[in-house]
């Protein structure tokens, strides 16, 4: 295990995923709903899974047999709010091979990895599936142990690089201000389904293929305006501390 790895235990807590998970939860059931409808996807597998929040929304999407893995640290261990999965514990700097799956996601992950990471962890993602969702927080997006921000042309070239090209199958201009997206935007404005070339899905869902000229780094609103607050990192883990204590407290009193 890394050495920054171990300190995932003190950053990534019950705490700070109870205040992400529900947030997280509403949205993935709209962006894996949306999807289901043009792939109906049976398995799926989560590269920082969390709290399992998008395991979760898929179980209740998927209408058949279902196979569905998880993969975090162990710090992610007594988080979960969904249990009927298959979770492998791993540090995800480390190389990551599992069972083929339909569908590989990785949501918001990547940006907590070291650099070096980068070509390894999406080659672990593109050996998983043909079919790989993938969002990672943009430069100057700022948050926790944030080690890795970057555009999405960063990300799309590192898929290309595996032959993987970036599709957006969900309507943006629908959901671009939809409420559940309001704390978590970067799924609408970050996220592009990547879809191995020569496959099946790959001509099936050519019409949504991202187009050469195209532009892919773009950044939401909401997320400018939290940066216009000087204050943002400092007001964000205030509030995360606040919520702990209550929290704290309230299993105190109840004992």
Not at 232 to 254: A, D, H
Request: aromatic share 16%; net charge positive.
């Amino acid at each position: 295990m890394s050495k920054d790895y171990k300190k995932y235990n003190k950053l990534y807590n019950k705490d700070y995923y109870e205040n992400l998970s529900f947030v997280s939860y509403d949205a993935a059931k709209i962006v894996l709903s949306e999807l289901y409808k043009i792939f109906p996807f049976k398995s799926m597998v989560d590269f920082g899974c969390g709290s399992a929040s998008w395991l979760k929304a898929a179980n209740e999407i998927i209408k058949e047999e279902k196979k569905l893995t998880g993969i975090d640290g162990e710090y992610s261990k007594n988080i979960h709010i969904f249990n009927d999965a298959k979770f492998i514990y791993k540090d995800l700097e480390e190389e990551i091979n599992v069972e083929k799956h339909e569908l590989a996601i990785s949501l918001e992950t990547a940006e907590h990895l070291s650099p070096n990471r980068a070509e390894g962890f999406v080659k672990d993602l593109c050996k998983a599936s043909d079919i790989v969702l993938f969002s990672a927080a943009v430069d100057g997006h700022g948050g926790t142990n944030h080690l890795n921000e970057n555009n999405q042309s960063y990300w799309i070239n590192h898929f290309q690089k595996n032959d993987y090209d970036p599709f957006i199958f969900i309507n943006r201009k629908k959901f671009w201000y939809h409420e559940s997206f309001k704390k978590c935007p970067y799924y609408i404005s970050g996220s592009f389904l990547y879809i191995k070339r020569n496959t099946e899905w790959y001509k099936k869902l050519s019409d949504l293929k991202v187009k050469e000229n195209d532009l892919v780094d773009i950044v939401h609103p909401y997320i400018l305006s939290w940066r216009k607050d000087e204050n943002f990192g400092v007001k964000m883990n205030f509030r995360r501390f606040v919520t702990s204590i209550k929290k704290f407290l309230k299993r105190k009193i109840n004992l």
